[in-house]
């Protein structure tokens, strides 16, 4: 059993392919990813229990079909220590044998009769997806789903169609973003794994499009060389358009560079517990403090603003603030408040179907 292939090509494969494997610690087969090859091309799967992920990639010849299961990081190590391009690797027993130019090499392998199949949808909502779009959508995610074992459905994000309109959201129950598009898909609405991010951005990483099906209790994502199927997270996803305020009647327009360095210098004075910062609008100024009063550090900044509505004094969590200010692409920001007890709102005028919110912090 024998197969050519090219190096560059092969270890992607591993890269993406292989990406699940020796995250979940109950099976130990899944420590390993699942190496398929048949006479055109070569296939690397990995899964984690809740996520399954699959990379294929031409092959240069192969004497047979075969298959075998091995730590796809060390053979990427591996291939990437070789000179040549062309790589040549065969079955002998539990040995995978590599030669090159300089020689051999040989690593275990182990059998794949054990290794689980993948749980692909093939009946439910069909979608085609924009790439970039997709892109966008899971970067900015990642900032704000939950790390929280007793809220799971936070710990994914949520992907809904209703109203002529496919969104997405995702929240920790501090800070919020939700983004939508016109889509003329039929209602649905889903959480998907915050596991599968990377790989769902791994493999849409080259392409225009991606397919998707919608299952009861998964989803599956394919291009053309690369698929991802994932166990939908179960439970009811909180009602976020409840949280986002109607009425918030102060707003604030302000530049987002000169607000973020300002923000970003004062919280490095803040209490490293809280990350509390005040923040105090007025006509023309906000006004940016914070301060440790078990270290007497100390910071007290003003940045230039214009203001529609009343005087409002309202504390912020200093990492939630800058996180959802980053993500604005205007060079001006308009914040909405209302009182010290409603969130901050963030107005994007390059995004006017995206909300991010950020919940106040009680001022001592």
């Known amino acids: 059993m024998q197969t050519t ?14 990406a699940m494997a020796g995250k979940n610690k109950t099976l130990p087969i899944l420590e390993f990813a699942k190496v398929e090859v048949n006479a055109d091309t070569i296939a690397v799967h990995s899964f984690n229990g809740e996520s399954w992920v699959t990379k294929q990639t031409k092959v240069e010849s ?17 291939l990437k220590s070789f000179v040549e391009e062309v790589v040549t690797f065969a079955i002998e027993g539990n040995l995978l044998r590599i030669s090159h130019i300089k020689g051999t090499i040989e690593m275990p392998i182990v059998q794949s009769d054990a290794f689980p199949q993948a749980q692909e949808v093939s009946e439910g909502t069909s979608l085609t997806l924009n790439a970039d779009k997709v892109k966008e959508w899971l970067s900015i995610a990642t ?33 919020l973003f939700t983004d939508s598009i016109e889509s003329d898909c039929e209602e649905f609405g889903v ?3 915050s596991s599968g991010f990377k790989p769902l951005l791994n493999i849409i990483a080259n392409v225009s499009d991606v397919s ?3 299952g009861t209790k998964n989803i599956s994502f394919t291009t053309s060389d690369s698929a991802l199927h994932c166990r939908l997270v ?9 949280v986002i305020p109607q009425n918030n009647g102060v707003a604030v327009k302000v530049s987002k560079s000169e607000l973020l360095d300002s923000v970003n210098r004062a919280s490095l004075m803040a209490n490293k ?32 603003v214009e203001k ?13 603030f800058a996180t959802c200010l980053g993500i604005v692409g205007a060079e001006d920001v308009v914040l909405r408040f209302g009182d010290e007890r409603r969130p901050v709102l963030f107005e994007d005028s390059l995004c006017k179907d995206r909300v991010m919110l950020v919940m106040p912090m009680m001022i001592n």
């Not at 270890?11 to 392919?17: E, R």
């Not at 910062?277 to 007497?296: R, T």
Request: charged share 20%; hydrophobic share 40%; glycine share 8%.
């Open 212 to 214: 998707a099906v919608i």
């Open 308 to 320: 529609t509505g009343a005087d409002v004094t309202i504390g912020v969590k200093s990492d939630f």
């Open 143 to 175: 900032n704000f789903v939950a790390n929280d074992e007793l809220r799971p459905v936070m710990t994914g994000m949520y992907i809904y169609g209703k109203d002529g309109r496919m969104g997405v959201c995702a929240t920790d129950a501090h800070k």
């Open 5 to 18: 292939i090219l190096k560059k090509d092969f270890i992607n494969a591993l890269t993406i392919g292989g």
């Open 273 to 304: 517990t809280t990350s509390l910062l005040k923040l105090s609008v007025g006509d023309s100024v906000m006004g940016i403090e914070a301060h440790d009063m078990d270290f007497s550090t100390k910071a007290s900044e003003n940045v230039k």
């Open 234 to 242: 179960e439970g009811n996803y909180p009602n976020f358009n409840a």
């Open 62 to 78: 192969a004497d047979t079909t075969f298959a075998f299961c091995i730590n796809p990081n060390d053979l990427a190590k591996v």
């Open 191 to 193: 959480i998907l794994p």
